[in-house]
């Protein structure tokens, strides 16, 4: 079993949402954790919640989307903090709309923040854990990976690229002491779209707490579980992959399911409780879990 004390972890989207919830989870194992995102005042607000914890806070101010500048994020942090043991890729943009209202800025950013960022960081990252023969990536991923979700294509599309690429990572490094987990929650109340929208989730699809999906993460990380599909209760949880073993054999099936669930009705409310202006700059629009 993996212990966290004295780890250096890099958690990418740590001001805000499960981030927040994560770093203080790591701070208790009192683990030092470099927190990265783009909102300095808040970064170190949660370094000092870390501090009291018992663990390290280290506050790096970073836009993550940035893609060009990772490789100076990646060397100012071996250089000057310790080397990476465990990369968490957490930050996440979704962003709810019909397909074909989707502009090109929106879908390059959902893409980049789920999922190349956290491809670029790991490449990066990768050489130094090779040498040690030592390290854990974990992808915050979501269901709607497994299963694409109407009008929220782009982030379904993101968060199934992010599993298929932990997969194949995995595999690639079978023989060593790398390890990739991936993470997939479903709804999450407090946090997220689910407190953003002010829209309930249906209570039938299942609806985790933030606390119970870190509890997930952290033992994904001390006990090198490959992928960890979390949902309100064991029960959910199986079910929810029974549901997805079926959607293999019948995927119209699941789409039913999903409609009957209220998860097709839920993103429709969403698209319309929206930023409404479809003219307001790209940044005004786009939220980030960072």
């Known amino acids: 079993?993996?212990?966290?004390?004295?780890?250096?972890?890099?958690?990418?989207?740590?001001?805000r949402g499960l981030g927040v919830y994560l770093a203080q989870a790591l701070a208790r194992e009192q683990a030092t954790i470099i927190c990265i995102s783009r909102s300095k005042s808040k970064l170190d607000t949660i370094c000092d919640e870390i501090k009291n914890l018992g663990g390290r806070g280290i506050s790096i101010p970073f836009d993550i989307q940035n893609l060009?500048?990772?490789?100076?994020?990646?060397?100012?942090?071996?250089?000057?903090?310790?080397p990476v043991d465990i990369l968490i890729n957490n930050a996440g943009l979704e962003i709810h709309r019909a397909f074909v209202d989707y502009c090109p800025e929106e879908i390059q950013s959902i893409l980049v923040t789920n999922l190349l960022s956290a491809?670029?960081?790991?490449?990066?990252l990768l050489p130094d854990m090779n040498k040690r023969d030592s390290g854990h990536i974990i992808n915050i991923a979501s269901l709607a990976g497994k299963k694409g979700v109407a009008y929220n294509s782009i982030y379904s599309a993101s968060k199934a690229g992010l599993i298929m690429w932990t997969d194949a990572m995995r595999q690639e490094y079978a023989y060593t002491n790398i390890h990739f987990s991936t993470i997939c929650p479903g709804y999450i109340s407090e946090i997220g779209m689910t407190a953003d929208s002010h829209i309930p989730a249906p209570k039938l699809a299942g609806i985790s707490t933030p606390t119970r999906v870190v509890n997930a993460v952290m033992q994904t990380i001390k006990q090198n579980q490959p992928e960890v599909i979390i949902n309100k209760n064991p029960i959910t949880e199986a079910l929810t992959k029974f549901m997805f073993a079926v959607g293999q054999i019948s995927p119209q099936s699941i789409d039913t399911i999903y409609r009957l669930l209220g998860?097709?009705?839920?993103?429709?409310?969403?698209?319309?409780?929206?930023?409404?202006n479809r003219h307001l700059e790209i940044a005004t629009t786009i939220k980030t879990d960072e």
């Open 119 to 124: 491809m670029e960081l790991t490449r990066l």
């Open 68 to 82: 060009a500048q990772l490789p100076v994020l990646v060397q100012h942090i071996q250089e000057c903090v310790a």
């Open 263 to 276: 998860v097709v009705e839920l993103n429709r409310q969403r698209v319309e409780n929206w930023t409404p």
């Open 1 to 15: 079993m993996t212990k966290l004390r004295g780890k250096t972890i890099l958690l990418t989207g740590a001001s």
